[in-house]
């Protein structure tokens, strides 16, 4: 008999007490990110501290110059230009002198744009950065160092790579997220399983060994997400699986939209800047749309609803994957089977390059990047998207509502195809 889980918030009263304490810890955050912000604009300009995130070259008219997206030591990150002759700086700490007399909170807060220059540069980079080119050092194919960089450190891609990923469909599945973490999560759990087994047994049988892992488990991964930078999908994931762990431990319903709530308007109370991050909302909808799913069509067996789910999170997803990049091809229907194939290749993948084979699927991957993907960037109203979200929350209160929600759906993807047949 399976034990009897409850619902999160019981009474309108509670879930007001926690909009509450959710908005008092956001005035705070906020107010924190104001005194930075008042502390950098103190004068016209400022000499600050910030880590090159990536860096790009690009082309304007006659003008060919340097792109760098820096995170501030203690804020946002922000964009900046330089001369095209700087060396590549991405994961390197620096000096540098900005303008700081036009830019406003909000500004601030959304990531801002200003003029500088850099003072100086410490020779060592970042530690993901320098895991990331250990990574690359096994491969050949430029193209391929870059996926796996970002797939195992989080470190971004050149525009070229994400251009040919996002018309391809797949560039979700090389930004961290539930589901990387998910994989890790096991693999930690299979490998300390037997040896806290064998300890509990000996010396702590008092113990409750579940969650004893789930703590050993949780605190490597948190290393692990402060590793890479704390990207906003893998936060998203990070903060999701504490917080299901702990209700699930107390017999709260955990696949809920109200769990996600609760982790969306925590995220936002203590990191205030995460409400203009495209990745964060992206990951949020994600989640979203698998829980829809699992409410309205859990009575399906498990292999229709791993195929259903697939094609389902696809269609739900793509009208803002078209809205926000815009990139489409012929072959971007087929990442509901890259997606499915993915479950193995990851984990796969994982372990040879731990055993040092990591090259082996070089070949195959290759294949993406040997001819051109016919891509063009498609236009969809940004009034159909706003549309499809209006009806994919009403679906939450009345379930024939979905199929509204699958016919906008059909109507993105019918006419992308339109536009680049």
């Known amino acids: 008999m399976k034990p009897e889980v409850t619902s999160l918030f019981t009474s309108i009263r509670e879930f007001l007490f926690f909009l509450l304490l959710m908005l008092s810890l956001f005035l705070l955050s906020l107010s924190y990110e104001y005194i930075n912000y008042k502390d950098l604009t103190r004068f016209n300009d400022a000499i600050i501290e910030a880590t090159v995130l990536t860096q790009y070259t690009k082309h304007k008219e006659e003008r060919t110059y340097q792109v760098l997206k820096l995170q501030l030591k203690n804020g946002p990150s922000f964009y900046t230009i330089a001369n095209e002759e700087l060396r590549n700086l991405s994961g390197c700490k620096v000096s540098l002198w900005m303008k700081t007399d036009r830019i406003s909170f909000l500004e601030y807060l959304r990531g801002f744009f200003t003029y500088s220059r850099i003072e100086h540069v410490e020779r060592t980079s970042l530690l993901r950065y320098g895991l990331s080119n250990s990574i690359a050092a096994v491969h050949k194919n430029h193209a391929i160092k870059e996926i796996y960089g970002a797939l195992f450190t989080a470190t971004p891609m050149s525009k070229e790579v994400r251009v040919t990923l996002s018309a391809l469909g797949i560039s979700h599945l090389l930004a961290i997220s539930g589901f990387h973490l998910g994989v890790l999560s096991f693999l ?71 769990t996600l709530l609760l982790t969306v308007l925590l995220l936002i109370a203590l990191w205030p800047t995460l409400f203009f991050k495209i990745g964060f909302w992206l990951s949020v909808s994600g989640v979203f749309y698998i829980f829809l799913f699992l409410i309205h069509f859990s009575g399906w067996s498990r292999w229709i609803q791993f195929v259903g789910l697939h094609v389902w999170v696809y269609a739900m997803m793509l009208p803002m994957a078209l809205v926000i990049f815009g990139t489409f091809s012929l072959w971007h229907p087929f990442s509901i089977l890259a997606t499915m194939v993915f479950t193995l290749f990851y984990p796969l993948v994982l372990l040879l390059h731990f055993i040092g084979l990591g090259a082996l699927l070089d070949p195959a991957l290759s294949i993406l990047f ?29 379930q024939k509502v979905i199929w509204i929600v699958l016919v906008l759906s059909m109507l993105s993807l019918i006419s992308a195809v339109y536009q680049i047949a």
């Open 370 to 398: 040997e001819g051109s993907v016919l891509s063009v960037k498609v236009n969809i109203h940004e009034s159909l998207l706003f549309v499809h979200i209006f009806f994919s929350l009403l679906s939450l209160l009345y």
């Open 188 to 258: 930690l759990f299979g490998l300390l399983r037997l040896p806290y087994a064998w300890l509990q047994e000996r010396y702590f049988p008092f113990r409750h060994g579940k969650r004893d892992l789930f703590i050993i488990v949780a605190v490597v991964l948190a290393v692990y997400v402060i590793f890479l930078g704390m990207p906003p999908s893998l936060l998203r994931s990070f903060t999701m699986l504490l917080i299901g762990y702990v209700l699930y431990d107390r017999g709260v319903k955990v696949v809920s939209m109200q």
